[in-house]
């Protein structure tokens, strides 16, 4: 009786009526509660927070802390980074290759990283009791940290298109997750930077004040009395900076492994097998849209990652803020924060092609006043206010933009499915490459311009480094950038007929799905 019910009904009404209540039903499903785009959103946190306390504070711990010389500073922080950048393509390809589970595909990989993370993030913070081998020992467990908080991130970025089929949801955790994840950098800013900054770390003066002949014996007795004293103090102060950041990466992991379910169906249509790794690649790198959107966020990022790595010794050295950096880097931070909910409003208001120009444009004035005025506190706090601004539009659109570009890329190659963690990692790839080669490259210039480890003062070189540093390379690396946009061919038109695309598609294959089960039906 039911099912001659069922039967006679289209027949009366009609296909629409129910196709739409089935449509409505499926909506439903698709939405994501407040709390889990909470859960989804703190999953973002221990990828922000290691990365700010590392990319503020390695390069002046590796040089002032360690005393490691700035040379081989250079080649720590370059190696890592690049290694960092190889990790990427390479979890990609094997997510790409693993297997579903009960706990889904990619949250396995989240949950046997988390542990082995956190011990090498604490010994990247420790500085070893050995004459030889130190320079070894930072190069292994940076590598290896960076390794392992890839098996983490990567995964993590492409759950974003296994959480809903929904765009407006997947914006909306987005949004959620760029929120978070700033926030993530004012903790870890605060953590590390409270923290160390409690702690006054001794520096020496120059050379030339015990005269020439002497200098080296007046270095090496300086050095050792002050080891002995502050100095170990503020390596314990990193230390126990780490084991805090530590803890929260563990908290930060268990609420999104238990408070997010990794969906399946969220991200298939039901096609095609999908291709190999390397096929996808080659389609994925031959989608044009994809390489104009991370060629214009590579310079961007490029931009604000010369500034993050060299912002603590210009306040430090050039501005003569020493006692002051921690907080300028908070108020960075908390800037960023705080206008996240702006951009997203912005971007849903007037665009996101019109939000990546008006964001990341309005940095460039700031960061020229900052270093055209003498040294004031009042005017650094307020380029530090800019800064952040611009740094939450950078920090939002590449993740809100990235979900249209796969979009059009599935309208494109409807039979090609499996290909998200390629479209993340590659972005994240090509971005933590050119990072490393910057931070390398400003690291060795500083070297070259006569960077003096633990200085109480710096040469005139080094201040003019700095200033290069911090303001003309990001301003004309973010320039490049913005011209490089209008070439992206994803504007809100194209982005509506996709999502109407996309839907048909969708609706069509679950239709054809029903189709063939009521057939199925029948003959039975």
Excluded at 172 to 183: D, F, G, I, P, W
Excluded at 391 to 402: I, R
Excluded at 413 to 440: C, D, M, N, Q
């Amino acid at each position: 009786m039911a099912g001659g019910g069922g039967a006679e009904r289209p027949g009366a009404g009609g296909l629409l009526p129910p196709a739409l209540r089935q449509h409505r039903r499926r909506e439903s499903r698709e939405r994501l509660s407040v709390c889990s785009k909470l859960c989804y959103a703190v999953g973002g946190a221990p990828y922000q927070i290691t990365g700010c306390a590392l990319g503020f504070f390695l390069q002046i711990y590796l040089l002032d802390v360690a005393q490691v010389d700035a040379f081989y500073a250079s080649i720590i922080l370059f190696v890592g980074r690049v290694w960092d950048a190889i990790t990427d393509p390479m979890v990609g390809f094997f997510i790409s290759k693993t297997s579903w589970t009960r706990f889904g595909r990619l949250m396995p990989w989240i949950m046997f990283s988390t542990p082995f993370a956190i011990i090498s993030y604490f010994l990247i913070w420790f500085v070893p009791d050995i004459s030889t081998g130190q320079v070894m020992w930072y190069l292994v467990f940076y590598c290896a940290f960076q390794t392992l908080v890839t098996c983490f991130h990567v995964p993590y970025s492409a759950l974003t298109m296994f959480i809903s089929r929904e765009q407006s949801e997947r914006d909306s955790a987005t949004a959620y997750r760029m929120t978070v994840e700033v926030l993530g950098t004012v903790l870890g800013t605060a953590i590390q930077g409270q923290i160390v900054g409690k702690v006054d770390t001794p520096c020496v003066g120059s050379p030339f004040f015990f005269g020439l002949t002497n200098s080296s014996v007046a270095m090496e007795e300086l050095n050792m009395t002050h080891d002995t004293g502050g100095l170990t103090d503020t390596r314990n102060a990193y230390m126990i900076a780490a084991g805090v950041i530590g803890g929260l990466y563990i908290l930060c992991a268990l609420i999104l492994v238990l408070g997010v379910r990794e969906r399946r169906e969220a991200c298939e249509l039901q096609s095609d097998e999908p291709v190999s790794f390397f096929q996808g690649l080659k389609l994925v790198m031959n989608h044009g849209p994809y390489i104009k959107l991370i060629a214009g966020f590579l310079f961007t990022s490029l931009a604000f990652m010369l500034l993050e790595g060299n912002f603590a010794l210009f306040c430090t050295y050039t501005l003569g803020f020493r006692n002051e950096f921690q907080n300028i880097l908070l108020a960075i931070m908390l800037s960023a924060t705080l206008t996240i909910p702006f951009w997203q409003w912005f971007l849903t208001r007037f665009g996101k092609k019109r939000a990546v120009y008006v964001g990341i444009s309005s940095a460039i004035p700031f960061l020229i006043l900052v270093v055209v005025l003498d040294s004031n506190l009042f005017v650094t706090y307020l380029v530090a206010v800019a800064a952040g601004i611009s740094v939450a539009a950078a920090f939002l659109l590449p993740w809100s933009m990235l979900p249209d570009v796969i979009d059009d890329f599935k309208l494109q190659h409807p039979g090609s499915r499996g290909h998200e963690a390629i479209f993340f990692s590659f972005y994240v790839f090509f971005t933590k490459f050119t990072a490393g080669v910057s931070l390398g490259i400003s690291t060795l210039s500083l070297d070259f311009a006569g960077y003096q480890t633990r200085g109480c003062s710096q040469p005139g070189q080094v201040h003019f480094t700095l200033k290069m540093l911090v303001s003309a390379v990001p301003v004309g690396l973010i320039l490049l950038s913005l011209l490089l946009f209008k070439l992206y061919p994803i504007d809100e038109e194209k982005r509506s007929k996709n999502k109407k695309a996309l839907q048909d598609l969708r609706e069509e294959s679950n239709s054809s799905s029903e189709s063939d089960n009521t057939e199925l039906a029948s003959i039975v």
